[in-house]
Antibody, heavy 123, light 107 residues
Framework: EVQLVESGGGLVEPGGSLRLSCAAS????????MTWVRQAPGKGLEWVGR??????????DYAAPVKGRFTVSRDDSKNTLYLQMNSLKTEDTAVYYC??????????????WGQGTLVTVSS | DIQMTQSPSSLSASVGDRVTITCRAS??????LGWYQQKPGKAPKRLIY???SLQSGVPSRFSGSGSGTEFTLTITSLQPEDFATYYC?????????FGQGTKVEVK
């Protein structure tokens, strides 16, 4: 059974930092391109950033609102994805989802989501 | 960045109705589009990928069509469990972008 379990959310003051983790199981994590998606309260979905598999270069891409402040990384030995969030703003308040968003594993285009973790940026 | 314009933003429908939701891309994205369903408090669930391929396990009343800049999600006979919010996602060009969502409500 595929599982993506996020942790690390919570309350942080504006300007602060937070690191989210996502523990993956049930699929070959090292082969998957992994993505963070967020959803502000009562709002729509927003693509945040993606990291390729190491075999595909391990490179990252980010949405404009988080570029330069957020960093996606991975530890394939631990089957874990990370999102380092710095210089947090109130508008970063959202549920953050760890996903294998529309990624190809073997010959299959899969789409896995975690349950989400809430990050609240407030003083 | 590619902008995805989804319409309508909400609609009211009855069980058995045919429902159509549209997404327009600000530039061509070939068939790089997916459709997602989200219910309150839950993670989204993919319904359609590469514009028209039905996700395994998703009922056949859901279908997707389109290519280039205009795409459509159709629900042929709305069921009680289909009242939810639907999003399109363009996955052709980074950064990927979602439409703003369509809430399907009970009429």
């Amino acid at each position: 059974e595929v599982q993506l379990v996020e942790s690390g959310g919570g309350l942080v003051e504006p300007g602060g930092s937070l690191r989210l983790s996502c523990a993956a199981s049930g699929f070959t994590f090292s082969d998957a391109w992994m993505t963070w998606v967020r959803q502000a309260p009562g709002k729509g979905l927003e693509w945040v950033g993606r990291i390729k598999s190491k075999s595909d270069g391990g490179t990252t891409d980010y949405a404009a609102p988080v570029k330069g402040r957020f960093t996606v990384s991975r530890d394939d030995s631990k089957n874990t994805l990370y999102l380092q969030m710095n210089s947090l703003k109130t508008e970063d308040t959202a549920v953050y989802y760890c996903t294998a968003l529309n990624t190809i594993l073997g010959a299959t285009r899969v789409d896995y989501w975690g349950q989400g973790t809430l990050v609240t940026v407030s003083s | 960045d590619i902008q995805m314009t989804q319409s309508p933003s909400s609609l009211s429908a009855s069980v058995g109705d045919r429902v159509t939701i549209t997404c327009r891309a600000s530039q061509g994205i070939s068939n790089g589009l997916g459709w997602y369903q989200q219910k309150p408090g839950k993670a989204p669930k993919r319904l359609i990928y590469v514009a028209s391929s039905l996700q395994s396990g998703v009922p056949s009343r859901f279908s997707g069509s389109g290519s280039g800049t205009e795409f459509t999600l159709t629900i042929t006979s709305l069921q009680p469990e289909d009242f939810a919010t639907y999003y399109c996602l363009q996955h052709n060009t980074y950064p990927w972008t979602f439409g703003q969502g369509t809430k399907v409500e009970v009429k």
